[in-house]
T-cell receptor, first 115, second 113 residues
Framework: AQKITQTQPGMFVQEKEAVTLDCTYD???????LFWYKQPSSGEMIFLIY??????QNATEGRYSLNFQKARKSANLVISASQLGDSAMYFC????????????FGTGTRLQVFP | DVKVTQSSRYLVKRTGEKVFLECVQD?????MFWYRQDPGLGLRLIYF???????EKGDIPEGYSVSREKKERFSLILESASTNQTSMYLC????????????FGPGTRLLVL
């Protein structure tokens, strides 16, 4: 069965430091997409970054990058130069290709950035 | 900008009441989704719809129903609210494409007393 695993319930990082949030996935499909979302305390889910299973390069979006290791089935989010506003819940999600538009979510990681 | 709106940010209902949660999107998306979010469980899919009047059960449909009479609107219905339906409810919409993100509404925090 398809599954997303986020093993870090909570993480702390000092402002301006980099932090890696872990995500592993399980799928038998060859075609799939991986997403990261940020959820501040206000509740809305904000899309951060996307990686397709056939993308050869790791995705980057500003301070966010996705460390995609296909053989290990991992898609870790790296946030560089953390800011206080990065404090939030972060969710990894996977969409399986060809026939479904559903997303499967992990349980999330709460990131706290301290000064 | 894509906008997904939900009818209420906070809602308090009594056990046994019928509850309607409304979601509207303005991007002509085919797909619409209802999730429930509980601490430690992430987001779980309740129902989704890929076209008007079409719906499919997600992972936890029990106790819920949905309605999609117009493309832009997707309603979640709790026929008889129970305390274990106290939760955060998130609506989302998207185009049917592998690389397309889902766009989320602000969420409705429902408390059933």
């Amino acid at each position: 069965a398809q599954k997303i695993t986020q093993t870090q319930p909570g993480m702390f990082v000092q402002e301006k430091e980099a932090v890696t949030l872990d995500c592993t996935y399980d799928t038998s499909d060859q075609s799939y997409g991986l997403f990261w979302y940020k959820q501040p305390s206000s509740g809305e889910m904000i899309f951060l970054i996307y990686q397709g299973s056939y993308d050869e390069q790791n995705a980057t979006e500003g301070r966010y990058s996705l460390n995609f290791q296909k053989a290990r089935k991992s898609a870790n989010l790296v946030i560089s130069a953390s800011q206080l506003g990065d404090s939030a819940m972060y969710f990894c999600a996977m969409r399986e290709g060809l026939g479904t538009d559903k997303l499967i979510f992990g349980t999330g990681t709460r990131l706290q950035v301290f000064p | 900008d894509v906008k997904v709106t939900q009818s209420s940010r906070y809602l308090v209902k009594r056990t046994g009441e019928k509850v309607f949660l409304e979601c509207v999107q303005d991007m002509d998306h085919e797909n619409m989704f209802w999730y429930r979010q509980d601490p430690g469980l992430g987001l779980r899919l309740i129902y989704f719809s890929y076209d008007v009047k079409m719906k499919e059960k997600g992972d936890i449909p029990e106790g819920y129903s949905v309605s999609r009479e117009k493309k832009e609107r997707f309603s979640l219905i709790l026929e008889s609210a129970s305390t274990n339906q106290t939760s955060m409810y998130l609506c989302a919409s998207s185009f049917p494409s592998l690389a397309e993100t889902q766009y989320f509404g602000p969420g409705t925090r429902l408390l059933v007393l």
